[in-house]
Each structure stands twice: as C-alpha cells, then as structure tokens.
C-alpha cells in the first residue's frame, strides 16, 4: 500500500528542503519537494531528485565490519553490532587509560545537517570521556567570524524578500548551484525589472544566467568593498539617516576609504575601476537591493575580513530598511534553540575537571602527525569525509595510516576515510532516522520521523553514542534520553523567536516559522548584534592584504607555482558525498583553465593534466574554456582520493594555513602549476598506501603550526 511520509533533506545545504516521501510497502519508491513549504515550493535539486539511487544502492553498507587489510586497502570482514560495540568501548577504555582522555579525537561536521545526529548524544559522549574536542572550522567559521564582527549576529534576509529586490548580487554565491531555492525568487525580482550581477572568479552557472558577471581576482573582495565605499561616501550616496542613528565611526570611515581609489581596487581585483564605479553607484542608489553572499569568498586567506567588509555595505546604503534590501549570508543565528541542554558541555568537568582541548579540524593532518601531550591516538569519524575533503590530504592520509592509531568510522558508504577504519559501522540516512533541522538559508524549523526502516543493521549516530555509553559505563541520566527526549530540551528556549515552539506543533506541521514578525527586517531600526545595538564600522581595523597565495601575493612562490586555483563546490554534488557515483566523479576529475593559460602548455580541452605545488600532485581533466580568466584554474570539489589516479585529489595541493580570523581552512587560497600529462585521469580505482604509514613521528617540517582557538564552542557555525 502507498503512503506519503514527509521529511527533511539533511544535506549541508541553505535550503533544508522539506520532503515529501512516498512509501511502497516499506521502500521509499518517489522523492518529492514539498510543495507547501514557502521555500522549497515542491522542487528538488538535481542531485537530492536522484538520493533514492543512494538510499538503495548495492554499495550500501548494511553491517558493522573490522578491518583485516592495510588501512586504506579496503578489506573489512563483517561482525556483529555487539562484536564492534565491544571492541571499540574496551580499545577506546584502554586508549584513556594509557594516554589520557583527550587522546581520543572525535571528527565530525555536516554530512547530516540534523542536530540530533550531528550534536546529540556524540557530544555527551565525547564531553564525559573528556575528548579533545574539535573547532568545527572546515566551512564558514571565518564568514561567520567576519559577520558577527559586522552585525554582531548571523542573521539575514529571508529568501522569500528576494522577490521584491531590485538589484541582487550574488557575491561570492553560485545560486543556481548551491542554493537553488533561492531562484524562483530572483526570476520573480528578474521578471519585475530585478538585475542581478555576480561577483566571482569564475563564470559559473549563475554567472552565465546573470545580467552582467564580474570576474574577481581570488581573494580580493575587500579591495572591491573598499573602493566601493570609496565611491558611496564620496558621492555622497550613503543612506545619511541610518548611517547616524544606527552605525558607530562613519567619520573615521569616510577617512579610512579615502585612498580606496577604483583605480587602486582594478589593480588588487582585476575589474575595471570604470566598473567598480558604475557598481557602486548602482547599489547605492537602487532600491531595494540585496546581496547574497555566500561561504565562497571566506574560504580565502582574509575571508573572515572580506565578508566583514562586505556585510557593512547594507549599513552604509540603508537597504536594512527596506523588504527586499539587506543582506544574507546566513540565517541560522535566529534558531536559538538550547544547544548547551543538548550538547551538555559540563560533562566535560567530570573526567578532566577543565574544559577538554580544542583541535582544529582543518589542521587534521598536522594534528594526527604532530600533536603531542597527548598525541591522537583514537579516532572516531561520522558525518565526515576527511580523507577526501581536508587540506593537505597528503599528511591526512599519513595521519590516518598510523599503524598506532585506532579508528572508527560511522558511515553510510565505503569513503576515503572509511577504508582507514579498524571498525566500519553501518550509518542511517535521514530518511530513516529521527531528527530536528534548523536551517542556515530560511527561517523555518523542521521535524523529520523516519520514513522508512533502517537499511541492513544501520543504525543512527545517536543510537550508536547511547549504546557506546552504556559500554563505557556512562550512567548519567542524560545517556538514556530519547531523541524526543532531547528535542523537547532543544525547544526548552526562552528566546522570542523559539518560545512556544512545541514537539507537538512540529509533529503536526512537520515545519514552523520561527516567531518572526513578517517580513522579518532584523536590522531596519537598528538592533544590531553589539552592546549599544550598532553597526560598528570600526574602520581602523578595515584593512585589505592579499592572500600569500596569491597572483600579488608571495613572488618565489609565484614563480614556480603561477596559477591561482579555486575548488569551488560542484553544481550537481554535494562536497564528497556522491563521489562514489561515476557522474559525479567525473564531475569532479575536471579542471578549467583559460586558453591563455592552455595553449603555452600544448594543454587541449579533454587533455589529461597534473596539478602540482610543493605538496604534492593530482591529476585531472583540462576544461579549456571562458569560465575562468587566465591565471586562475577552478576544480569542481570534491573528488574521492581513491577514485583518482595516484590516490590523491585536488585537497592534496591545498595548504593547512588558517584564516584571518575564525580558524578557517583557505582552500581557495592556492597557487599552482599544470602540465600535460599522457596518463589517462578519469575513473581510476586504487590503492595507493600513504608514506611512512607508522606510528605518530612528532613533529612534522612545515610552515604550518597547530593553532588552537580556546574561545570556540566546537559548534558547526553556520
Ligand atoms: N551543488 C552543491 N551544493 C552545495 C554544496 C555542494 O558541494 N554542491 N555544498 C554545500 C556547502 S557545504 C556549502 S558551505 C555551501 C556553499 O555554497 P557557496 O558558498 O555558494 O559555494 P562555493 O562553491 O564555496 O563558493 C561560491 C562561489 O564563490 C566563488 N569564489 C571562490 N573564491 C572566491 C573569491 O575569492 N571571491 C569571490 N567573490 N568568489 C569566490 C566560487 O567560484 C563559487 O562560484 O553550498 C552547499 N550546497
Ligand atoms: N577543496 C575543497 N575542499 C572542501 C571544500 C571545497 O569547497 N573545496 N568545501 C569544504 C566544506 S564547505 C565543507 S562543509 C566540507 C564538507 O566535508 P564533509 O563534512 O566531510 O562532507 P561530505 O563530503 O559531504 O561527507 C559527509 C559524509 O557524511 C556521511 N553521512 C551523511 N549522513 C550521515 C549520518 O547520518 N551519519 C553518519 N555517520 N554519516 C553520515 C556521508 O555519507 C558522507 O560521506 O568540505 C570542505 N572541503
Ligand atoms: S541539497 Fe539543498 S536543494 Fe537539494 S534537496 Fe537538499 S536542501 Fe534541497
Ligand atoms: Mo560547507
């Protein structure tokens, strides 16, 4: 008998779509977006219209497995959920005991967006053994960093006001790609004289479908913010009214952007000063206008101040006044939910009577290689993908193939990462799981119940936590809550825009608007995030320096590496997710270079080449075309390692080095050279054992050291 079932996508991306699912005796026969939802309006992305394939797919782990090859060779034998759950209780017992609690590193991020099984019983688990606790770094905490040194908050504006903007840029934000609920909204804006303009390296999907592009050299938006304050404040085109009731240091401002001449900007960013000027007017004096500015520009060496610089620009133009104005980055700071309740940090006192360490998980490699006092010496990965999607996959990989390390890995597919397990375990998917979704592109809160049955023996991360508690010992009375358990606590928020907000309603109405007065216009009259409710311009600190990375940054390495490479997000993937599917992975074995860049080469479209820097090489598909100007190459990310000849992909040539602020990775932050190569760079399967795969060798050479941010909560920003 059919059945419709709702649910929630619970892909790490904005638009947190709801679904509705149909049931065929037990199997989920059709995927469908929700047409109710006022966001997702009853469509689907491309990739998440196929998901059934991957819910159902041959490749499917169905059982918890123990390794009996080399790590990384990919032999498992099966074994029993009690087999597994004991010898990981008693290894990770005995790794506490001989080395101290933070020993054990737990390495999670958003492969589930659901706060249950991203950070439930995990973080319980992990705090009361006294774990080093990760800084979730790897995708927006520099943007997150530079929005809150903005607005104070990480709020925005709602998608559902693009219709009503008309002028939109997407800056730093590839729409069409990955956040395509937004669409509708523009072609409605589009449809009633809406123009809409991308700022980006590259000419991607929504940069060709948009009414003007501007190619942006890598890493240089503060220069275009700059210079485009430069020529507001100059002109006199600033929203004077708001400037004085709701910002702090607009004279210091005026003076500081003085000598951000366009023509000083064309030089940092490569567009033309005449257009730097003619955008600049156009923003300031369009009503309303809106940017949508997404994680691309923060993955940079000085993202963090790129999105600051940007995200004052609505402040200094007054379009936080307007329905249809402001900007978004992203919204989830408006679901103020009780993540301490869920995540009981305080567990952490019993164990250690102090807060545990905090490990950067964008520094994974030089964290397993070099870290002492302890050093790592267990592992235990879920909702991640590290082999394949950390920087420096060379030193991941030799950190993964110590032989004294021991690793668990919770996952739904046979990953990079995966194959480093001593034990393998089976993971749900959200279609068979219990879950509560915040989202970081709308304002809607979301329940999802299971649709239908766990696969084979799959079990969820918080049944697999609450079952290791029990193992370890763990009595407290918070390891046997239920998830609705800690859904009730999660809504257990005073906070006006949670308060009221019940297991019942969701239950009911699978999706709620957070308390919101409509339209929501966060900062129309002020009420910015700081102490006095202000936009602080604090100019002083405005500051813009290329990345050392960079076509003006460091000249030696330059020379030898003179490419800027961008490995920005596939259109049809979902960072390393679908890289077990050959679509996907030839998605992301391609390289775009310009034919200025090709042709000194003898590089020709379709051409195999290597991409190489100082640490290390890979090997893909040359795409010769106009996406990208000459001096900058874009590889679609991210590619599974061990799906790529040499058993390395593009994160291999990605550098440790940290953002400006929040502890950000720079993936896009990277110089390096290509050559034409005879080796044929699709669809390879190997095993290429990583160096020196023994035991932890200390400190490792290199110009990274491990940075710890002591400040941070380990939360998943957003
Ligand atoms: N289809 C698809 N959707 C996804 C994902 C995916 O992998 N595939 N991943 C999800 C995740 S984890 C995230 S964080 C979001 C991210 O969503 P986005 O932030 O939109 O994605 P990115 O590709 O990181 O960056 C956006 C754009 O920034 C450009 N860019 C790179 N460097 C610079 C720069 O220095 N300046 C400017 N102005 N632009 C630059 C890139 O070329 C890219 O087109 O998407 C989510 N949605
Ligand atoms: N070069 C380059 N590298 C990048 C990026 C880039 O743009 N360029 N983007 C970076 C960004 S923004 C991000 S967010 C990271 C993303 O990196 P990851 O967080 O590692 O995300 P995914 O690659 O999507 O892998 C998520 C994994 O979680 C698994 N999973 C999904 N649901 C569950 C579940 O319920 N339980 C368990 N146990 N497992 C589950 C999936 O099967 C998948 O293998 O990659 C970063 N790496
Ligand atoms: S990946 Fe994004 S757009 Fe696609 S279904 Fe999921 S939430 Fe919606
Ligand atoms: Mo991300």
Same mark, same amino acid.
């Given at each position: ?12 991306? *904005? ?167 937004? /669409? ?66 607009? *004279? ?67 379009? /936080? ?318 590619? /599974? ?78």
């Amino acid at each position: 008998m059919s059945q419709l079932r709702h649910s929630v996508c619970a892909l790490d991306c *904005p638009d947190c779509c709801s679904l509705a699912v149909t049931v065929d005796d037990g199997r989920a026969v059709k995927l469908r977006g929700d047409a109710t939802h006022p966001i997702t309006r009853g469509f689907l992305c491309g990739k998440v219209a196929q998901y059934l394939d991957r819910q159902y797919a041959p490749s499917r782990l169905l059982y918890p497995q123990r390794r009996i090859g080399r790590k990384g060779e990919g032999k498992f034998e099966r074994i029993g959920w009690d087999d597994a759950l004991d010898t990981i209780a008693r290894r990770l017992g005995e790794t506490v005991r001989d080395f101290g609690p933070e020993s054990v590193l737990p390495y999670s991020y958003a492969g589930t967006m659901g706060l249950l099984n991203g950070s439930g019983m995990d973080r319980r688990f992990f705090h009361r053994l006294g774990a080093s606790r990760l800084d979730r770094t790897i995708c927006s905490s520099a943007g997150g960093a530079g929005l809150t040194e903005a607005l104070g908050i990480r709020l925005g504006t709602e998608p559902e006001q693009f219709r009503h903007s008309r002028l939109i840029l997407a800056w730093g934000a590839n729409i069409l790609g990955t956040n395509v609920h937004l /669409w509708p909204f523009i072609v409605e804006a589009r449809r009633n004289g809406a123009k809409l303009y991308t700022i980006d390296p590259r000419r991607n999907r929504t940069g060709a479908a948009s009414d003007k592009h501007f190619f942006i050299n890598p890493g240089s938006d503060t220069a275009l913010a700059l210079a485009m304050m430069h020529v507001i404040v100059g002109e006199n085109l600033h929203d004077a009214d708001f400037v004085s009731a709701h910002t702090e240091g607009f *004279p210091e401002l005026r003076e500081r952007v003085r000598d951000w001449t366009p023509a000083r900007a064309a030089e940092a960013t490569g567009i033309p000063a005449a257009e730097i000027v003619a955008l600049a007017r156009e923003y300031a004096t369009t009503r309303p206008a809106a940017i949508r500015l997404n994680y691309g520009v923060q993955r940079s060496e000085r993202g963090a101040m790129a999105v600051r610089t940007i995200a004052l620009l609505p402040a200094l133009v007054g379009s /936080w006044r307007d329905v249809g104005g402001g900007l978004q980055l992203s919204t989830s700071q408006a679901f103020a939910l009780n993540r301490e309740g869920l995540e009981r940090p305080e567990l952490q006192h019993i164990a250690l009577g102090r807060p545990a360490r905090m490990v950067n998980m964008s520094q994974l490699g030089s964290a397993l290689t070099t870290l002492d006092n302890p050093p790592v010496k267990a592992l235990v990965v879920y909702n991640s993908n590290p082999a394949a999607i950390a920087p420096d996959q060379n030193a991941v990989l030799r950190g993964l193939g110590r032989t004294d390390l021991f690793t668990v890995v919770l996952e739904q597919f046979r990953t990079d990462t995966a194959d480093y397990a001593d034990i393998l375990l089976p993971a749900t998917t959200f279609l068979e799981h219990t879950d509560l979704y915040l989202a970081y592109g709308h304002y809607y809160l979301q329940l999802a119940r299971p649709a239908v049955a766990p696969a084979g023996e799959a079990r969820s991360n918080q049944d697999v936590f609450r079952a290791l508690a029990a193992r370890m010992g763990f009595h407290e009375p918070c390891f046997a809550e239920s998830d609705d358990d800690l859904i009730r606590t999660l809504l257990d928020s005073r906070h006006p825009f949670i308060a009221g907000i019940t297991l019942e309603e969701l239950d009911r109405d699978r999706f709620v608007r957070l308390r919101l007065p409509e339209p929501f216009l966060p900062f129309a009259n002020g009420g910015f995030g700081s102490a006095d409710g202000k936009c602080h311009f604090r100019a002083e600190t405005l500051d813009y320096q290329p990345p050392v990375e960079s076509r003006h940054g460091d000249s030696d390495l330059r020379r030898q590496f003179p490419l800027e490479m961008i490995t920005p997000k596939g259109d049809d993937g979902m960072n390393s997710t679908f890289g077990n599917r050959d679509d996907a992975d030839r998605a992301t074995a391609t390289l775009h270079l310009a034919a200025a860049d090709a042709v000194p080469r003898g590089i020709r479209d379709g051409e195999a080449v290597r991409v190489f820097n100082g640490r290390g090489s890979c090997l893909l598909v040359a795409r010769v075309d106009d996406s990208v100007r000459s001096g900058v190459v874009s590889a679609p990310a991210v590619r /599974w390692a061990k799906r790529s000849p040499g058993g390395r992909s593009s994160n291999v040539l990605v550098s440790e080095r940290l953002t400006d602020m929040g502890g950000g990775p720079t993936f896009y932050s990277c110089l390096v050279q290509v050559e034409k190569t005879e080796t044929d760079a699709t669809l390879h399967f190997e095993f290429v054992p990583a160096p020196g795969g023994g035991p932890c060798l200390g400190r490792r050479a290199g110009f990274t050291r491990l940075q710890a941010r002591p400040e941070s909560t380990g939360a998943t920003h957003r």
